[in-house]
């Protein structure tokens, strides 16, 4: 099995929904497009990225919302070095359609009330379900690397939810780890780096918000 040394998560730059939660009134989640602040972030990230990568072949897997590919695009990646994929289980938590913006906000509250992972959005998805689904894109990563010609590197844009999701499934936290963890910034990058032992690790935290609250002992 031919496993990738790196697996690259990344952040969407920041979009015109970060700034203006009333714009989800007028435009789709999907069809949200960066702001310039968010161009700049992720041609920054772009340039962190050729770096590390140098010379490298990259499996890219991008969320197939507009933020997204905007900011796969602003990366500048060597377009013969990288296979780029659209992956639709990769997207933002949905959150129903058109959504009006006061009831987001009430809803926002109860599911800080309820809990981020079990909450489920009316027409929408709970954390457990986008889990659900990206432990279902794990799964066909895992297949991939059974190709011998598999690149040393994965990327993955997507969206904070989804990143830290990923990393939940992947390194087995807790519902409450999960729970204490913020998101990362837009256009961040969090690093899974394979080990000499074999065994990968999350190159830095999440920031943490609050401590842990377990109901029982795990392990």
């Known amino acids: 099995m031919a496993r990738p040394r790196r697996i690259v998560l990344v952040r969407h730059g920041e979009s015109t929904g970060n700034v203006d939660d009333s714009v989800y009134e007028r435009e ?18 772009g340039e962190h990225l050729r770096r590390l990568f140098g010379d490298e072949h990259v499996s890219v897997y991008v969320s197939p919302y507009r933020r997204t590919l905007e900011t796969l695009r602003a990366f500048h990646l060597d377009s013969g070095l990288i296979r780029v994929r659209e992956e639709p289980r990769l997207r933002e938590q949905d959150w129903g359609n058109w959504q009006d913006r006061d009831e987001v906000r009430l ?22 379900d986008v889990y659900d689904r990206v432990g279902g894109f794990l799964e066909s990563l895992f297949r991939s690397f059974e190709d011998p010609d598999h690149p040393q590197n994965v990327l ?43 065994k990968y690790t999350l ?13 029982g002992i795990t392990g």
Not at 109 to 125: I, L, N, T, V
Not at 204 to 212: A, E, G, S
């Open 28 to 45: 789709p989640d999907h069809a949200l497009a960066l702001t310039e602040r968010g161009r700049r972030q992720a041609e920054a990230t």
């Open 107 to 128: 809803q926002k509250a109860y599911r800080d009330a309820y809990g981020h992972f079990f909450y489920r959005f009316a027409q929408g998805e709970s954390g457990a």
């Open 156 to 198: 993955i844009v997507t969206h904070g939810l989804a990143m830290r999701l990923f990393c939940m499934r992947w390194f087995h936290w807790t519902v409450s780890e999960f729970e204490s963890l913020s998101n990362p910034g837009n256009g961040e990058v969090r690093m899974l780096v394979l080990g000499d032992d074999g």
């Open 203 to 215: 190159d830095r935290p999440f920031d943490r918000w609050r401590d842990p609250e377990p109901y």
